[in-house]
């Protein structure tokens, strides 16, 4: 589709994962799977959004929009909808912006997101995302470099952003403890960091490791 001039490639969907409860949203979700992440995570969640990519079809918003409505029903009894995850959803904004213009505003649309992005691209999908579950990993830089491959600096900016836009009350930041990477005392100072900026919602959890 053409934005701005430019040429957005159709992304490719990795999975579609029907009448998602509690992990990807409010109310009844389905979760988009984007195929595509700038980061390298040492224990990647889903590690097929990284490779072979030509395995994965790419998908057209209106193709994608009659496949998920088949559970519009549900979406509108609970104040669920589509929840676009990867990988990273945030590096197809023009994709998401036009999802939104064939689902309409009745849909809850939720953004599983590092928040690794271009800040022009964070911009365009606040316009249209209802709400943001942004994975922190940690606010240490060294440690979110170690872990990741990838520099923070970037994440703060757009979650900067985000309260600037009045969205934190939007936004779920989950912390991860992650063994070998970062400690309790880690956790801790980054959710007093978030805190401080004006976050409020948050969900801690550990990494269970010995399965990958």
Known sequence: MAENGRIEMLPRVVGIARHRLVTDGE????LVVLHGCPLRCRYCLNPHTLAEP???RRWRCEDLYEEVKKDELYFLATGGGVTFG????????????????????????TLETSLQAPLESVARLEAVVDRFIVDIKDMNPEIYRRYTGGDNAIVAENLHFLLERGRGKDVLVRLPLIP?????????????????MGFEHFDLFTYKTETR
């Open 27 to 30: 109310g009844v979700s389905t």
């Open 54 to 56: 030509e395995r994965w």
């Open 86 to 109: 990867g990988g990273e959803p945030a590096l197809h904004p023009g994709f998401i912006e036009h999802f939104r213009a064939c689902c309409g505003k009745e849909w809850l649309l």
């Open 180 to 196: 070998g990477y970062n400690t309790e005392d880690d956790r801790r100072e980054s959710r007093w960091q978030l805190e401080a």
